[in-house]
């Protein structure tokens, strides 16, 4: 009985074009890498030494960015296509969080959560247009739905592989510290 199940919910994701695939399993990453997010106030807090004000304003940052980025990325995929903004903003994003690790004041954290996740939110609005031109019109409902599958386990599954020690042994994270 849960096996056909299973085999039935599987079936529903077949006939999909390769241009679909390639978003989800690049959507599955992105999302995956935001397991940070998790983890960031209580870094701002216990390593950094922040008050909760200043933790609390930091998060603010990152979603005015991440509504800014929204927005741009939208309009910014009818002007130019989405799939330079989709180059733009995986690109761009990956080299700032890798940039972010030195910013440790309080301003200057505030301004690269910002700007961080202004660009890196460009990519979903981009990401979600592309689907229209390369789903077929009766694969889209389902193309959509892969994609946000894409995104939810990318984010359950970002934390559980950030607890991995580099033996590939899991570590939980948030009862060590």
Same mark, same amino acid.
């Given at each position: 009985?849960?096996?056909?199940?299973?085999?039935?919910?599987?079936?529903?994701?077949?006939?999909?074009?390769?241009?679909?695939?390639?978003?989800?399993?690049?959507?599955?990453?992105?999302?995956? =890498?935001?397991?940070?997010?998790?983890?960031? $106030?209580?870094?701002?807090?216990?390593? &950094?030494? #922040? @008050?909760?004000?200043? +933790?609390?304003?930091?998060?603010?940052?990152?979603?005015?960015?991440?509504?800014?980025?929204?927005?741009?990325?939208?309009?910014?995929?009818?002007?130019? =296509?989405?799939?330079?903004?989709?180059?733009? $903003?995986?690109?761009?994003?990956?080299? &700032?969080? #890798? @940039?972010?690790?030195? +910013?440790?004041?309080?301003?200057?954290?505030?301004?690269?959560?910002?700007?961080?996740?202004?660009?890196?939110?460009?990519?979903?609005?981009?990401?979600?247009?592309?689907?229209?031109?390369?789903?077929?019109?009766?694969?889209?409902?389902?193309?959509?739905?892969?994609?946000?599958?894409? +995104?939810?386990?990318?984010?359950?599954?970002?934390?559980?592989?950030?607890?991995?020690?580099?033996?590939?042994?899991?570590?939980?994270?948030?009862?060590?510290?």
């Amino acid at each position: 009985m849960l096996q056909a199940g299973f085999n039935r919910y599987i079936n529903n994701f077949r006939g999909f074009s390769r241009e679909i695939w390639i978003l989800a399993i690049i959507t599955f990453i992105n999302r995956a =890498g935001t397991m940070v997010l998790p983890f960031l $106030s209580k870094y701002l807090k216990e390593d &950094l030494n #922040f @008050t909760y004000s200043q +933790v609390g304003w930091i998060m603010v940052c990152f979603g005015l960015g991440s509504m800014l980025g929204s927005w741009l990325g939208g309009k910014l995929s009818d002007k130019i =296509g989405f799939y330079k903004i989709m180059i733009f $903003s995986l690109f761009t994003s990956g080299l &700032l969080f #890798f @940039t972010i690790q030195f +910013v440790t004041s309080y301003i200057g954290l505030c301004i690269a959560m910002f700007s961080i996740m202004t660009i890196a939110d460009m990519f979903r609005p981009a990401m979600f247009v592309s689907l229209g031109t390369y789903a077929k019109p009766e694969n889209r409902a389902r193309a959509f739905t892969l994609v946000r599958l894409a +995104v939810n386990l990318g984010f359950a599954a970002g934390p559980a592989l950030g607890g991995l020690d580099h033996h590939g042994n899991w570590i939980p994270r948030i009862v060590l510290g």
